[in-house]
Nanobody, 123 residues
Framework: QMQLAESGGGQVTTGDSLRLACKVS????????MGWFRQAPGTEREYVSC????????FYAKSIKGRFTISRDMAANTMYLQMDNLVPEDTAVYYC????????????????WGNGILVTVTS
């Protein structure tokens, strides 16, 4: 059973940066892609970014492209999301996710979720 644990959230002000981490344990060989989703109050969970675990190819949602950077450390079994130039609209619970390629388009392809971590950006 794969487990994902997020860390690094918190409260910042507009223009600040945060780096989220997702520690992976019990990694499944079938899990080829990992990523980040977020959910603001009263909204549906939305895709943020994903990375192919082996190749390192990265993908981003248009809303955050150029401000967020996803990466992974295979030796440490950890994925990161560097978030720069944060704005209040980035306020949400951020979830680490693991699943099959294509989960950026189809959330149903996510097989594992972390518990989520809150990021709050004040103006």
């Amino acid at each position: 059973q794969m487990q994902l644990a997020e860390s690094g959230g918190g409260q910042v002000t507009t223009g600040d940066s945060l780096r989220l981490a997702c520690k992976v344990s019990g990694r499944s060989r079938n899990t080829l892609q990992m990523g980040w989703f977020r959910q603001a109050p009263g909204t549906e969970r939305e895709y943020v970014s994903c990375i192919s675990w082996v190749r390192g190819d990265t993908f981003y949602a248009k809303s955050i492209k150029g401000r967020f950077t996803i990466s992974r450390d295979m030796a440490a079994n950890t994925m990161y999301l560097q978030m720069d130039n944060l704005v209040p609209e980035d306020t949400a619970v951020y979830y680490c996710a693991a699943g099959a390629p294509g989960m950026d388009d189809y959330i149903s392809l996510v097989e594992y979720w972390g518990n989520g971590i809150l990021v709050t950006v004040t103006s």
